[in-house]
């Protein structure tokens, strides 16, 4: 099977998912974030084109100067600032969870062979089989990693996974909506940012974890 420049951009944006599972190395990680969400900004832009839809080449632009640029440089900046290079306490091996991202992506495949309004219309199935699987690699990486950072990262790409999904399958949303939602995941980062510093400060450590032994 041949992918087209859209279906191609929506798998290359899957792949970089699952890579962020292959390394605990929490700028690599955010390396593998901003290229994922640049190729996700890149499908929004080549349906624009597509559709002509002007207003999603601003919803793309935002896409790649928000959450491909300004938050990875954002969250760099709070890694250096607390100290923390690595995730060392992941539960699952990172090659083992990359793996297991890999075996997502088939099982994104099957799935999205079941949702009727999908079937015959290789677009649509491809689209919702690489949101399908940034979705679960999000989830993995959430419950595999121990760091603070690392759930904000597994956060960010699941929101990435609901997004795909939603452009691919509607052609994009009113810009209002667009917008208002970039402009809450902007917010909810910065605040979880501030949040680890004064985790790191309090408990001299970000291991989520250990915070399950707090009492009163």
């Known amino acids: 099977m041949v992918l087209d420049t859209f279906e191609a951009l929506a798998m290359l ?38 559709t002509h839809d002007s207003h999603l080449y601003l919803v793309a632009a935002a896409v790649f100067a928000i959450k491909a640029w300004v938050i990875p440089y954002f969250l760099n900046t709070v890694i250096k600032k607390i100290g923390i290079g690595t995730d060392s306490g992941a539960f699952i091996a990172a090659p083992l969870s990359m793996h297991l991202g890999a075996l997502l992506l088939g099982l994104s495949y099957v799935i999205s062979l079941q949702i009727p309004g999908l079937i015959g219309d290789p677009d649509s199935r491809i ?25 904000i990262v597994g956060f960010l790409v699941i929101e990435n996974g609901i997004y ?28 979880a940012g501030l949040l680890l510093f004064n985790i ?8 989520v974890s250990q915070l399950t032994e707090l009492k009163d």
């Open 13 to 50: 944006a899957a792949i970089f998912g699952i890579l962020i599972l292959g390394t605990t190395h929490l700028r690599t990680n955010l390396s593998f974030y901003s290229l994922h969400t640049t190729a996700i900004a890149a499908v929004t832009a080549w349906i624009a084109n597509i």
């Open 127 to 151: 689209g919702s089989t690489a949101a399908m699987s940034i979705l679960f690699s999000g989830v993995l990486l959430m419950l595999t990693r121990r760091a603070a950072i690392s759930q």
């Open 164 to 191: 795909l999904f939603a452009v691919t399958q509607t052609h994009g949303m009113p810009l209002m909506v667009e917008m208002g939602l970039l402009l809450e995941v902007l917010v909810a980062v910065m605040v």
């Open 200 to 207: 790191k400060k309090s408990f001299e450590h970000i291991d």
